[in-house]
Structure formats: structure tokens, C-alpha cells
């Protein structure tokens, strides 16, 4: 039995759609970073797919894209993290309210 | 000679610069002399431009000079092009005029000399006094009417400066304010006539109108010529915009004298009497410059009646033969209104210096209840301002005789109501100058008491203290002008009655279309007229005197509407004065509290409001700004499903 498509596409709305969730609910900075790490590679497996399905390498090659920017973010985003646990030895986001207008 | 009119002009306009640059540091006497020089310069030119003159033929005795092209438009489609030159045109009329303008400006120039010593700005006075003698010299030969203009808004601006010229005082500033205020509503109608000249024949050159003046159009006519009495009402103080000249009194008083009463007031007659042939054809426009001339002269000369001080009676009394001349003018008698206008330029001029005279013997007094009996002490003075007044009164063999009896030959032959108002009015000049005199110069010596009569008015801040020192005569700068005016003044009747060929009437007339109404009495009744004149003349005289040399208080004869000048400056106040005032308030109160600062202040109240609104939304949750994202993207998901669903 061949796996098709649809799985493929609706596991990756799951998995994006507990991500999203994850980043709504949770108050963990590290985590909502999980979340969003999620949501990526949800997308990724989409776009995966799709180059599959459609014989377009170009799918592929906007998922070494995402990862890249994936990596880059959370080398800057963990170092945010760090920085303000350091600062607050506390991780929750609702801390981080200053920006209050 | 006569190419070098122009530089008539230059000489005082040169003297004007060189006050400008070195005013300050020629100082007091110096400065003065150095301006009254230049216009010396300038009269001697002028006399002889007026030998040159004379060589000319007689039927087309004129002279134009153009100096440069001023407005160069030319023409378009459609449309006649403005060309304007800055020309200069003398004739009889502009030459008479200028020579009587540089004369007297001269004498006043040199009189000024004295009057202003010490003065704490005297070469500014000088300064001002020459750029006026250019201007009004511009505005009388001018060759077209945008060069009048100048001239004639030259003369307006340093009349302002000159009545305002102490303007440290409140009411010398606001007097001065208020000539030229009045003086701006007149300008208006000059204005209008321009633009109706101008856009009826397409040039403003007066020859050249003259020329069209078919071509105008009878209502057309008409209209110029009413706008050009409005703009003339103003400068020549005829009702009802005659009372900024009493206030002009705030000035020094040669100013008076050479602006108020010789020059300046004196250029309106000389405008309407360019512009004669416009009006001798609009009989209607001429014969409301006669009434009007008629109701000035007469409403004047009550109000002169019941004034105290002394140059307000001057003043009055100006208006009140300006308003003979625009009488002469509406009958069409245009060479009795030159002939009244030097007259009048030599007598007033003389009795304005008189009074000058006067004021600064006694130190600086003009009340005439506390004068009296200066003819004691001013001997000079005396001589020289009774010969000015019984010009002015019109007794024979004095200038003021002939020249009102000419008006008043000419009225008559207009209309005899007009004669009738004429010497009604004379009998009133005759009486209120005799009041003048005899309070001034016979009785007793009032200005010895410190009068109880004066407890409640306000007085020169230095009178209040200590007893007033004897009057004296003033130095010879100062009386050699008066004497120069008196002869001048007692002969200027010799212009009329000098024969048929030497007169000024002969030496105008070719300027002048032919006279309105036909001059044909008979012989007989000139004579009654004239005999009539000085029976007049000499009564109201000796009533004049006998009542007021015996008392200096007779309530019943000052009405308290005339010594309030008929309430006008009160009607005035109130008609346009205070609603104008209350218009500012409520402009001020309300247009700009309300309605324009509310605008403004509403646009940043509503940013405010809204802004405090919207900062609700930014909470600083990031869950909140992710929710936000995440509805959004369910909203665009949902619009883009739909749309493919329902197409």
C-alpha cells in the first residue's frame, strides 16, 4: 500500500496546527520555541510533499531555505532566552511585558 | 528752459536724499537750511521754466517730457496693451500750480528753520518736508494718471508721517492714523476712475482721454468722474470725509500751513480742473461737486464758529474754502477755483504761520480764551495775520474779495441756491475769522490768569505750574515769511483785476473747456453781487469783533453741537466705529477661539482620543499579537476559500 499525498498534507496540518496551539497556550519561551520549530518543519513537510507530487524541485530547495532561517532564529532567539533568564531567572512570556502600550 | 523740468522735481527729491544720508549730521540749524535750500533751487528753476513758458504760442502753450517707458505691456490678443510712461506735461494750470507749490514751500521750509528749533528729530522734519514738496510736485505734473497717483499717494504717506510726527503722543499717532485712513477710502474711487479710464478709451494719458472723450460714453463719464470726487472728498476734506483735517491739527504747525491749508488739500481742485473736460460732459457729476462744495463750505463754517483752539478754526475754516472751490469747480468756473486756491494757499498759508506765530510766542499755547490782547506784544505778528484775516473775511481791496466774489459770480449764474448757501457762508467766514482775531489779538490779556474757564480741561503738561511768561514776538525767520505771505496775499487780487491779458483767468483759460452755465449777466449785476459781497463781508466783521473783543465767554453763541463739529466724528463712532469694533471682537472671541482654534485643537483632541483607544490593543502578550496573527490568517484563509467556492 502506497502512502498518498493526503496523509503526507494532513499530517503536516496537524503537526502546524499544534504548533500554532502550542504558541497560544504555552507560556514557556522555550517551549513556544518548540511551537514555532514545529510549525516550520510542519511547513516543510508540505512543501516536501508537494515537489513529490508535482515533480518541482523547487519545493526541496525552499526547505534548505526554511531550515537555514530555522537555525539562524533559534541561535538568536535562544540567546534572547538566555539573556533575559539571566536577567529575570524566568522563562514565562507574560514576563515579558514591558512593551505595554 | 523747459527740458530741464524734470528737474523741478529732482532738486527737492536730491534735497530728500541728501537729508537721508546726512540728516543726523548736519544737525540743527544746518539741515534745515540745506532742505529749504534745494526747494529754493527748485522755485527759481521753476520760474524760469515759466519765462520759457511764455515764448511758447499761446493756443497750444503746453510742454510734455517723457522720462522713461514705466509700464511696457503691450498689446495682446484682444486686449489693448498697458503702456505707461513716466511723462511729465506743463501747462498754464500745472505751471501756475507749481510755481505756488515750490513759492510757498519755500517760505514754510525757511519759517520751518525756526519753529522747529530743538526739536529732538528736526532733520527727520525736513527729511519729510522735502519728499512731500516732490511728491506733490510729481502729482501736479503728472501727464497721466498713474503718475498723479503716485504723486498723489506720495503726498498722502508724508502727511501721515508729519501729523504723527510727535508720536510719542497718543493723539498726534491716532490723528495721524486717521488722515490716513480717510484719505485710503478716497483713494479707492481714484482707483476705480483709473481702471473705468483705462478701460474705456485704453490709455491713461490725460490728453489723450481728453481726446476720446466721446468715445466714453455719457454713463460711463459720469461714474469716473463721481469716483474721482470720492478720491478727491478725501484728500481735499470735503464732506463726509472732512474730519481727519481738524485732527491733522496734531501736527506741527508749519505742516499745517503748507500741507493742511496751501498744498496738499489743494489737490483734489487741481485734479477735477485736469480732468475738466470729463466734467463738463456730465453736467450731473458737475453739479453734485457744486453741491457738495456748497454743503462743506457752509456745515465748515458753522463748526469754525464754536471752536477754541486756535488752529482748529484754521482748519475748519480750510475746509470751508475748499468747499467754495468745488463749488466754483461744479459751477464750471475753474479758473475762480485756481484763482481761490492761490488765494487761499497765500492768506491760509499766512494765518496758519500766524497762529504758528502765536502758539510759540506763548509757549506752545493754542487755547484762544487764554489769549488775548497780543497785538501789544506781537506787533509783527499782528499786522501780518490781520492782513490774512480780511482776505479771508472778503473785504475789498484784499485777494479774499475777489477771489470768493468770482465763486460766488459763477455760483449764481448756476443756480441761486447755491449763491445763497455761498454767501451765507461768506457772512459766516467774515464773522468766525473776526472772532479769531478779537479773541487772539484785542480784549484783555486772558492769558495772564490761570483761568477757572480751563480748571476742567486738560492742559499743555508745562502751563500747569507757575504763572505763564510774557508773550514775545518771534525771530526774523520767522516773521519774514509772514511778511513775504502778507504782501503776496493783500496783491494776489491784482491777478484777476490785472486787465484782460495779464490776468490769471487769460493765462489758465486754454486749459479750460468752456464754462457750464453762460456767464452773460449784465454788467449791472456783477456790480450788485460784488457790492452786495462787501456789504456782507464788512458787517459780519464788525459783529465778529464787537461781540467777541468785549467777552471771551458767550455759551450761546459756541452750540455744544458745533463745538462737537455736528456730533459727526460721535455718528461716525457710532456707524462704523464701534460695530466694526465689535465685528473685531467677535471675530476675535469667537471666529478664532471657536472656530479656528477648534479646528485645530479638535484634529489633536480626535488623534488623542483614538489614540488612547487603539494603545488598548497593544497589551505587550506576545500570545495576544499571535492570537491576533493567527485570526488573521483564518480570516484571509476563509475570504480566499470562499471566493474559489463561490466563483
Known amino acids: 500500500m502506497t502512502v498518498s499525498a493526503n496523509w503526507y498534507l494532513s499530517l503536516g496540518a496537524v503537526l502546524f496546527s499544534i504548533g500554532a496551539l502550542g504558541l497560544l497556550i504555552r507560556r514557556n519561551v522555550l517551549i513556544m520555541f518548540m511551537c514555532v520549530e514545529l510549525m516550520l518543519n510542519a511547513a516543510n513537510l508540505t512543501f516536501v510533499t508537494f515537489a513529490r507530487e508535482l515533480n518541482d524541485i523547487g519545493g526541496q530547495v525552499l526547505v534548505f531555505f526554511v531550515l537555514v532561517v530555522a537555525a539562524a532564529e533559534v541561535v538568536v532567539g535562544l540567546g534572547i532566552v538566555v539573556a533575559i533568564y539571566r536577567r529575570r531567572s524566568s522563562t514565562s512570556a507574560d514576563d515579558l511585558h514591558a512593551m505595554k502600550g | ?647
Open chain 2, 1 to 647: 528752459m523747459l527740458h530741464l523740468t524734470w528737474l523741478i522735481i529732482a532738486l527737492p527729491l536730491a534735497g530728500f536724499v541728501v537729508q537721508l544720508a546726512l540728516g543726523r549730521r548736519l544737525g540743527d540749524p544746518v539741515a534745515g537750511w540745506v532742505a529749504t535750500a534745494f526747494v529754493a533751487l527748485s522755485f527759481v528753476l521753476s520760474v524760469g521754466v515759466y519765462l520759457s513758458l511764455l515764448k511758447v504760442v499761446a493756443p497750444v502753450r503746453s510742454f510734455s517730457q517723457t522720462l522713461w517707458t514705466w509700464i511696457p505691456v503691450s498689446a495682446g490678443p484682444g486686449a489693448n496693451g498697458l503702456h505707461v510712461t513716466a511723462s511729465l506735461y506743463l501747462d498754464p494750470l500745472s505751471m501756475t500750480m507749481v510755481l505756488f507749490v515750490t513759492g510757498i514751500s519755500m517760505l514754510i521750509h525757511m519759517y520751518s528753520v525756526a519753529y522747529m528749533k530743538g526739536d529732538r528729530d528736526f532733520p527727520k522734519f525736513f527729511l519729510y518736508l522735502n519728499l512731500f514738496v516732490a511728491s506733490m510736485l510729481i502729482l501736479v505734473l503728472g501727464s497721466n494718471m498713474l503718475v498723479t497717483f503716485v504723486g498723489w499717494e506720495g503726498v498722502g504717506t508724508c502727511s501721515y508721517f508729519l501729523i504723527a510726527f510727535w508720536f510719542t503722543r497718543e493723539s498726534a499717532a491716532s490723528a495721524g492714523k486717521k488722515a490716513f485712513i480717510y484719505n485710503r477710502i478716497g483713494d479707492v474711487g481714484f482707483l476705480v476712475a483709473i481702471f473705468l479710464t483705462f478701460e474705456r478709451t485704453g490709455t491713461l494719458e490725460y490728453q489723450a482721454v481728453f481726446q476720446d472723450v466721446n468715445k466714453i460714453g455719457p454713463g460711463y463719464i459720469t461714474a469716473i468722474c463721481l469716483c474721482l470726487l470720492l478720491g478727491v472728498m478725501g484728500k481735499s476734506a470735503q464732506i463726509p470725509l472732512f474730519p481727519w483735517l481738524a485732527d491733522a491739527m496734531e501736527g506741527p504747525t508749519p505742516v499745517s500751513a503748507l500741507i493742511h491749508a496751501a498744498t496738499m488739500v489743494t489737490a483734489g481742485v487741481y485734479l477735477l480742473c485736469r480732468v475738466n473736460p470729463l466734467l463738463h460732459a456730465s453736467p450731473d457729476a458737475a453739479f453734485t461737486v457744486a453741491c457738495v462744495g456748497a454743503a462743506t463750505a457752509f456745515i465748515a463754517a458753522t463748526i469754525a464758529c464754536a471752536q477754541d483752539d486756535i488752529k482748529k478754526v484754521l482748519a475748519y475754516s480750510t475746509v470751508s474754502q475748499l468747499g467754495y472751490m468745488f463749488l466754483a469747480i461744479g459751477c464750471g468756473a475753474y479758473e475762480a477755483a485756481i484763482f481761490l486756491m492761490i488765494a487761499h494757499a497765500f492768506f491760509k498759508g499766512l494765518l496758519f504761520l500766524g497762529s504758528g506765530s502765536v502758539i510759540h510766542g506763548l509757549h506752545d499755547e493754542q487755547d484762544l480764551k487764554r489769549m488775548g490782547n497780543l497785538r501789544r506784544y506781537m506787533p509783527i505778528t499782528f499786522i501780518t495775520f490781520a492782513v490774512g484775516w480780511l482776505c479771508i473775511a472778503g473785504v475789498p481791496p484784499f485777494s479774499g474779495f475777489w477771489a470768493k466774489g468770482d465763486v460766488l459770480d459763477n455760483a449764481w449764474a448756476a443756480h441761486p441756491a447755491l449763491w445763497f448757501v455761498g454767501i451765507f457762508t461768506a457772512g459766516l467766514t467774515a464773522y468766525y475769522m473776526s472772532r479769531l482775531t478779537g479773541l487772539a489779538f484785542f480784549g484783555k490779556d486772558r492769558w495772564k490768569d490761570k483761568s477757572p474757564l480751563d480748571a476742567g480741561r486738560d492742559m499743555v503738561e508745562h502751563h500747569s505750574e507757575g504763572s505763564i511768561p510774557a508773550p514775545h514776538e518771534s525771530n526774523w525767520i520767522m516773521t519774514v515769511p509772514l511778511v513775504v505771505l502778507a504782501v503776496f496775499a493783500a496783491l494776489a487780487g491784482a491777478l484777476d483785476a490785472a486787465g484782460p491779458h495779464l490776468s490769471l483767468a487769460h493765462w489758465v483759460d486754454p486749459v479750460f473747456t468752456d464754462t457750464l452755465y453762460s456767464d452773460n449777466e449784465a454788467v449791472h449785476t456783477e456790480w450788485l453781487l460784488a457790492i452786495l459781497d462787501a456789504i456782507v463781508a464788512i458787517t459780519f466783521v464788525t459783529i465778529g469783533l464787537r461781540l467777541w473783543i468785549t467777552r471771551a465767554d458767550r455759551p450761546k453763541l459756541e452750540s455744544r453741537v458745533l463745538r462737537h463739529s455736528w456730533y459727526l466724528n460721535e455718528i461716525y463712532d457710532f456707524l462704523i466705529g464701534r460695530p466694526g469694533a465689535r465685528l473685531a471682537q467677535f471675530s476675535s472671541a469667537v471666529v478664532d477661539a471657536r472656530v479656528i482654534d477648534g479646528a485645530v485643537n479638535g484634529v489633536g483632541t480626535l488623534v488623542r482620543r483614538s489614540g488612547t483607544l487603539v494603545r488598548r490593543s497593544q497589551t505587550g502578550y506576545v500570545r495576544n499579537y499571535a492570537l491576533a496573527i493567527v485570526a488573521g490568517v483564518v480570516l484571509l484563509l476563509a475570504f480566499a476559500l470562499t471566493r474559489t467556492w463561490w466563483s
